[in-house]
């Protein structure tokens, strides 16, 4: 509750404090930083007017459109995010920031390919900016590019050497790397992240995701799945990864107490562990019964 309340009462003051700006190119961070504090604080309907106004200062400017997309897409609104961004680019065709937030948020929706043909071109306009390189390297991986993929992340770590060294981008270059059968290698670009990982679940479930699914190493992805959980317990993901990793090492009874805890507070992640299972076994005693009849 305390934090809610700060950011209300912060917001409140900010509000107070550029009621009597009129230049709007000064006006608009300000604005963009009290949305940001409404919507911290959950009063959706006072960021909204906040919001409102933030883009009504920024018409007519490329620069300012794409910052007030950025909010949106901060806040989780990629429609609007997209729609405002695709304003800035009618005015300015390569306005680099505005084509990150376009790519970025199309990518969110589930609009892959133009994402990426959107990061593109927003790295071929800002290509110093590390975090399109990167964002366009996994959208590749996804889309089962590794190789292109790769070309990105060692152009990003060629422009920012610490951004390209985050933990989330050698996790991201690893799977590259595995899809590129380079397996020595990624596993040498992911060596010592275990111990970033206390406290971090998406770090964990990642890194846990390239040992377990992408290199075959579900022993590895079995401690760090735990770690998750012992930090944030109701972790879907995380949860039904431990139960797939303990079964592929061939800890069934280990799997299946780890199943039950998923059960108790996500029952459909577990319906589909389940049916999963059932599937599973059924291909296998089909197996069996073709191998005995010959």
Not at 96 to 118: M, N, Q
Not at 152 to 163: H, L, S, T
């Amino acid at each position: 509750m305390g934090g809610v309340a700060d950011a209300e009462s912060q917001a409140q003051i900010a509000s107070r404090a550029i009621r009597s700006e009129s230049d709007a190119a000064r006006m608009l961070p300000h604005l963009r930083l009290v949305a940001q504090l409404w919507w911290m604080a959950g009063d959706e309907g006072e960021m909204e007017r906040v919001m409102a106004r933030a883009l009504e200062s920024a018409q007519g400017n490329a620069e300012h459109l794409a910052d007030v997309a950025d909010s949106w897409a901060c806040f989780g609104e990629h429609g609007r995010a997209i729609e405002i961004a695709r304003a800035a680019l009618d005015l300015q065709p390569s306005q680099g920031r505005a084509l990150h937030v376009l790519g970025s948020s199309l990518l969110e929706i589930g609009d892959v390919e133009e994402g990426i043909v959107a990061l593109y071109e927003a790295a071929k306009a800002e290509p110093d900016q590390v975090e399109t390189h990167l964002r366009l390297g996994v959208a590749l991986i996804h889309v089962g590019r590794p190789d292109v993929a790769l070309r990105a992340f060692d152009f990003a770590a060629m422009v920012d050497p610490d951004g390209a060294d985050d933990p989330y981008a050698r996790v991201w270059r690893a799977f590259a790397l595995a899809g590129t059968g380079r397996n020595e290698e990624a596993f040498e670009s992911v060596e010592g992240l275990e111990a970033q990982t206390p406290g971090n679940v998406e770090l964990s479930v990642l890194l846990a995701t390239f040992y377990g699914t992408v290199v075959g190493r579900p022993d590895m992805a079995i401690p760090l799945l735990t770690q998750a959980l012992d930090d944030e317990p109701e972790h879907s993901i995380a949860s039904v990864g431990l139960v797939t990793a303990l079964e592929a090492c061939g800890y069934r009874a280990e799997a299946d107490e780890a199943l039950e805890q998923l059960r108790e507070f996500d029952s459909v992640s577990a319906a589909r562990v389940d049916h999963a299972r059932a599937t599973r076994d059924r291909k296998r005693q089909g197996i069996s019964n073709m191998s005995a009849a010959h």
